[in-house]
């Protein structure tokens, strides 16, 4: 009988190695997923080689991307097909379609990973959505063309642009009502959250700004403005910001004047304009902080910038007017 034991012992120890390397395939592979609006693609780029692993059909106008609290699965926000798809890691495959409101721009999965908050741009709402169900918990109305969405701290609350009217709504969740209305710049676009989460900082496009918001009062505090050398003021068009691992650092990218800017946080200093590709939109730093990638709209492709040195290393060509970027890692 020893052999059959030892048999059935090395087979169970196989096994539970192969189901571990499978875990690993799943989670923290390092690759890059850029979204693109005009081709209805996901490329991904292996960061080692910066080469393109996999290109994933999507539905129509993939925008928004965020990953489930485990990383096992990619979300993606899909405008002219009112749906939030859901891809494999592991398989690089889309394996589930939610139904969304009308043109769903961007959205925040909440801390729990139990609801997705979607800003529905044409219904000029925020939906809840179960994500267990995919069913719509309930909705918010808000201000025209709602598009940031992000999720307090302390998990009580979102926080919601509305881009024609110039605000950050705070939303209540348990009441779903609106509680505080800031007034922002021009056409308030994206958000980031500081590390200590004690600020709440949102890009408004048309006046060129990123403005800083106190999250415990709801009151707005500062905010930076930016012009890179030889660009108009009516050029500089920010959309896109991420901190930094640690936090010290914010990147913007600048939309129209194809930079992004690197700001010191807690001078509230811009310390550097890189050069970019065409339209500076999406921006995402690496975990270990070495590398930021930024998804220039119109140029279709990816400046890969050496986040140490402030300067650009390459560019990726992608799909058609990518949007986002999101890294697995």
């Not at 009062?217 to 691992?245: H, N």
């Not at 509230?268 to 500076?280: F, I, M, S």
Request: hydrophobic share 40%.
């Amino acid at each position: 009988m020893a052999p059959v034991r030892y048999f059935c012992a090395l087979f169970f120890a196989v096994t539970m190695s192969l189901s571990s390397a499978g875990d690993l395939l799943a989670k923290g592979t390092g690759l890059i997923f850029v979204s693109n609006e005009k081709s209805d693609t996901i490329t991904v780029i292996d960061p080692a080689t910066d080469k393109i692993v996999q290109t994933i059909a999507t539905a129509k106008r993939p925008r928004d991307m965020h990953f489930s609290a485990d990383k096992t699965q990619l979300f993606v926000a899909c405008g002219n097909s009112n749906v939030i798809q859901v891809i494999d890691v592991a398989s690089l495959k889309v394996i589930r379609t939610i139904e969304t409101g009308d043109s769903p721009e961007t959205f925040a999965i909440d801390h729990a990973n139990q609801r997705i908050y979607v800003t529905n741009e044409e219904d000029n709402n925020v939906a809840a959505i179960d994500l267990a169900s995919g069913k719509t918990s309930f909705t918010v109305k808000t201000g025209n063309e709602p598009e940031g969405v992000i999720v307090a701290p302390d998990g009580k609350s979102i926080f919601v642009t509305s881009e024609a009217a110039n605000v950050v709504h705070r939303i209540d969740i348990e009441s779903r009502k609106i509680v505080a209305d800031i007034v922002t710049g021009t056409r308030p676009r994206r958000f980031a959250i500081s590390a200590d989460g004690k600020e709440l900082w949102v890009t408004t496009e048309l006046s060129g700004e990123v403005h800083i918001i106190d999250i415990a009062t709801s009151q707005a505090r500062e905010k930076i403005e930016f012009l890179p050398p030889g660009m108009r003021k009516t050029d500089v068009t920010p959309v896109g910001l991420t901190f930094s691992p640690d936090g010290k650092t914010v990147w913007v990218g600048l939309g129209r004047a194809n930079h992004v800017a690197v700001i010191d946080a807690p001078s509230r200093k811009v310390t550097h304009y890189v050069l970019t590709g065409q339209r500076a939109w999406g921006v995402r730093t690496s975990a270990d902080g070495k590398r930021v990638y930024v998804a220039n709209g119109l140029g279709d492709d990816v400046t890969v910038i050496d986040a140490v040195a402030r300067k650009a290393l390459k560019s990726i060509p992608v799909g058609k007017v990518p949007w986002g970027v999101v890294i697995d890692d």
